[in-house]
């Protein structure tokens, strides 16, 4: 994986982290349900986006070493 990629996904770690505490803030402050609910539903969009992410830059760099390994014995 490419260090860009790799700093764009701990990035998102950390505003999902972000996200976290602020729910916990939510939470000791005894926010609305509906409000924490809208929370919760951003950070799991965040985590299924993070996975797509990951998942692709996994697949683009191992291709890319494989691409590599053949244009080798070219």
């Known amino acids: 994986m490419s260090k860009s990629a790799q700093k764009q996904i701990i ?3 950390h505003r999902i982290e ?3 505490r602020g729910i ?3 939470l000791n402050e005894e926010e609305e349900v509906q409000k924490v ?3 919760l539903d951003a950070i799991k969009a ?3 986006s993070l996975k797509r992410n990951y998942v692709k830059e996994h697949v683009r760099s191992t291709l890319y070493e494989e691409l ?3 244009l080798e014995l070219i």
């Open 11 to 13: 990035n998102r770690l």
């Open 18 to 20: 972000g996200q976290v």
């Open 24 to 26: 916990e803030k939510m």
């Open 37 to 39: 609910l809208v929370q």
């Open 46 to 48: 965040g985590v299924d």
């Open 68 to 70: 590599e390994s053949i």
